[in-house]
């Protein structure tokens, strides 16, 4: 019983590096997203998916991308990193009444 | 537009207190759902509770229990006889139309 699996854990970037956030979900959820909690701060929304092959932009889309080629995998992209982009990365998937959330990815951009 | 205020960003409590943790929502939406979370010191995000806009009923669950009030935008949390493990932060979420939209949070202290 997976649920939203998130990779890596933990990451350590330098700055003007890339990488991607993996975010798989089992449950055959249309519904996907990416957020970023900030210390003491709520999460704000990076961007979602409603299906396959289908994304939007949230409130803070700017340094990021993403891609849904799949029901089940929903990626993160970080382009040339920046030391605004420290934080802890959600993904979640939902049904109509609730989302399920990944157990994050802490990442600091030096 | 759509948004989540918890105005309260830091509250302590003796353990064995009742604490109450506020909620205020807009939306123009009717259709909607209202979440609490809980986010212990190891970062997750736990589902407590989920209500939607067309029922008000309140609920309780053991020491938990939700008071949504459409009238006054509220769904307030408490929890009876606090313990040391209440210790987290808590978030109120919106969700409407695709999109669940987050209160900044209450962090919650129990101390023994």
């Known amino acids: 019983n997976a649920g939203v699996t998130q990779t890596p854990k933990f990451r350590i970037l330098k700055i003007g590096q890339s990488m991607t956030l993996q975010c798989t979900q089992d449950?055959?959820?249309?519904?996907m997203y990416w957020y970023r909690q900030d210390p003491g701060m709520g999460l704000k929304l990076i961007y979602y998916?409603?299906?396959?092959?289908?994304?939007d932009k949230g409130e803070v889309p700017n340094g990021y991308n993403v891609s849904r080629s799949t029901t089940e995998d929903f990626p993160l992209r970080l382009e040339l990193a920046a030391p605004s982009q420290t934080s802890v990365y959600f993904c979640?998937?939902?049904?109509?009444?609730?989302?399920?959330f990944g157990q994050g990815t802490r990442l600091t951009v030096v | 537009a759509q948004k989540v205020t918890q105005a309260q960003t830091e509250i302590s409590v003796v353990e064995k207190e009742d604490v109450t943790l506020d909620c205020v929502y807009e939306?123009?939406?009717?259709?909607?759902?209202l979440f609490w979370y809980k986010q212990p010191p190891s970062g997750e995000l736990v589902f407590l509770i989920r209500?939607?806009?067309?029922?008000?009923q309140n609920e309780i669950s053991g020491r938990y229990s939700w008071n949504f009030q459409k009238s006054t935008s509220s769904f307030n949390f408490t929890i009876t006889a606090s313990q040391v493990v209440d210790s987290a932060v808590y978030f109120c979420?919106?969700?409407?139309?695709?999109?669940?939209?987050f209160g900044t949070g209450t962090s919650l202290t129990v101390i023994p």
């Open positions: 979420a919106l969700l409407t139309g695709n999109q669940f939209y």
């Open positions: 449950m055959n959820h249309n519904y």
């Open positions: 979640a998937s939902r049904t109509p009444e609730r989302a399920f």
């Open positions: 209500r939607n806009s067309f029922d008000e």
């Open positions: 998916s409603v299906g396959a092959g289908i994304t």
């Open positions: 939306t123009r939406d009717t259709t909607y759902y």
